[in-house]
Every structure is written in C-alpha cells, then in structure tokens.
C-alpha cells in the first residue's frame, strides 16, 4: 500500500486490526495519495482518534484527485 499507486479503494471491515495497524494506515496516507476510501470499521484498533486521522488523509487525497 505505502507505494502502490494503483489502489483506489481497500475495505478492512471487521478484521483484527489493532492501534498499532491504524497507526501505520495514518502514517502510509501521508505518502500514498491515490487512496480514496478505507473502510476500516469494527477493527480492535480502530477509535475517534483514528476515525478522524484517516478521514483527513482522505479528504486530502480526494481533494487532490
């Protein structure tokens, strides 16, 4: 993901991913800017602090786009 530039959509729902793993999804979309949608709903990890984190990144992506 951190250097596909192909990649427009990815849904996670309901996985295992941990804080740890948002984490890295925040830090990969300061970089990738072809994402413009991840569903990483119902994950162990994922909190309002992710929630929002992400939706940025994506709305910047989108912006972009």
């Given at each position: 993901?951190?250097?596909?530039?192909?990649?427009?959509s990815?849904?996670?729902?309901?996985?295992?991913?941990?804080?740890?793993?948002?984490?890295?999804?925040?830090?990969?979309?300061?970089?990738?800017?072809?994402?413009?949608?991840?569903?990483?709903?119902?994950?162990?990890?994922?909190?309002?602090?992710?929630?929002?984190?992400?939706?940025?990144k994506?709305?910047?992506?989108?912006?972009?786009?």
């Amino acid at each position: 993901l951190l250097y596909d530039t192909y990649l427009k959509s990815l849904d996670l729902w309901n996985n295992v991913i941990n804080e740890k793993g948002m984490k890295e999804f925040v830090n990969v979309l300061k970089t990738n800017s072809t994402v413009l949608n991840l569903d990483v709903r119902d994950n162990k990890g994922f909190n309002s602090t992710y929630h929002w984190k992400i939706a940025i990144k994506l709305l910047n992506n989108i912006w972009k786009a």
